[in-house]
């Protein structure tokens, strides 16, 4: 117990090391983990409401073939907050984004361990730092549409993993007109 406690706390080390750096090593005693389990961390939706630190990036933007790193990171402030008994995001200047939680028929996601050359948390680092198949934390998705630079309008998706109390981790993706950004997400603080 007090080294899973240790490893919780661990990770919102490394959580909030990402949202200031953008590069995370995870510890590495959590080989002696199970990560076939399913994780203790299990909030529910008023759980998650409050307001957080969002951090975008780095991403990585791929057309014909070619993938031109995108080492920005952009922080906002955003809100999570119960709506017509859904949880929104509310993000000044954006539209409202309504978040559905993912159940098991939704595949397992997949996140990389480095977006464009620079490291991240991948999803198969979440399962080990918590000692558990990541794929059973409480995932959200979300869809929204965006405006680009030119005037267009686009659809984009959220998707975040409730990993550890006060952090949401995922990533964001839109496609237009054979070019695709997917971006590293951070939410911290709520």
């Known amino acids: 117990m007090q080294n899973q406690g240790l490893r919780r706390g661990a990770l919102q080390a490394a959580l909030a090391a990402l949202a200031a750096a953008s590069v995370l090593a995870l510890p590495t005693q959590a080989q002696d983990t199970d990560p076939t389990g399913s994780c203790a961390y299990q909030p529910s939706i008023g759980d998650l409401v409050g307001v957080y630190n969002a951090t975008v990036g780095p991403g990585a933007l791929t057309s014909g073939g070619a993938t031109i790193p995108m080492a920005t990171i952009e922080t906002y402030q955003t809100t999570l907050a119960v709506m017509d008994g859904g949880l929104v995001m509310i993000t000044e200047g954006s539209p409202t984004i309504s978040l559905a939680l993912v159940g098991g028929e939704e595949p397992d996601w997949v996140g990389p361990d480095n977006v ?44 975040l993993i409730a990993a ?7 990533g964001m993706s839109w496609t237009i007109d054979g070019m695709t950004m997917r971006q590293r997400l951070l939410f911290s603080g709520g």
């Open 116 to 159: 464009a050359g620079t490291p991240v948390v991948s999803t198969a680092d979440l399962g080990l730092a918590l000692g558990c198949d990541e794929n059973s934390l409480v995932r959200l998705i979300g869809t929204g549409i965006a405006t680009s630079q030119e005037g267009r309008q686009f659809e984009f998706t959220i998707r």
């Open 164 to 170: 550890v109390s006060g952090s949401l981790v995922g």
